[in-house]
């Protein structure tokens, strides 16, 4: 996959949407949007929107009002040039600097692959997050798992951090211990599952095989743990 456009950092990256990419994209905004309509959610906030396509999908889909933050002005110009609703809008904002309680409070927090991007400081961030989360609220995160080998590949060697230009504190998880920091931060009813094994870049022909044979790879205790990624859930 060639990289489309990168932060100021050089760090993080789009990709350019080829292949299952885009319906990987979609089916992942729509488990976003069926978390926010379970919590019912009114105002919704999105960390580490990127160029907005998640925020943008979930703002159409609850029409709840959505806030989305980032800290690349790079990413931000092309989600507000792309992106433009009544109820969305794009704000810059770096957990590690800055307080998004200055936003108020909110029914509903996501984020897709944000934080494996924070875990120098994640117990202290999923704290802030429960406390701007309203009572009766939620959040819903999908994570890279260090498991899969893609994933072990890209996060846990030289070469493959060096060629995704990764972070130098960037890394995915284990199953018990995202589960684990989330549970330690208060929140409750936390739910996880590891699943997704339709990788990104993929022909389109490709997509129906995949698509027949996953939920079986997902089903199995022998094949789930190798899966792409953990979808999280958690109460405030």
Known sequence: MSVKLRDERGFNQLFSAVGSSPFRAERRHDWFIAQAKRKTAKRILEIGCGT????????????????????????????????????????????????????????????????????????QILTILRGITAKGGGMAFIEPNFMNPYCAFIFGTGVGRKWALLEPDEMAFRAGELRSIVARTGWTNVQLQTRDFLVPGLPVSLIKPVLAIEPLFEATALTRWLAQSHFVTADA
Do not use: M, Y
Not at 54 to 83: M, N, P, W
């Open 52 to 123: 907005g396509e998640g925020a943008a999908a979930v703002a159409r889909g609850t029409g709840a009002e959505v806030i989305a933050i980032d800290i690349s002005d790079a990413f931000l110009d092309q989600a507000r040039s792309r992106h433009k609703a009544a109820n969305l809008r794009f704000e810059k904002l770096d957990l590690f600097a800055d307080d998004p309680a200055k936003f108020n409070s909110f029914d509903f927090i996501f984020g897709n692959g944000i934080l494996h991007h924070l875990v120098v400081q994640l117990d």
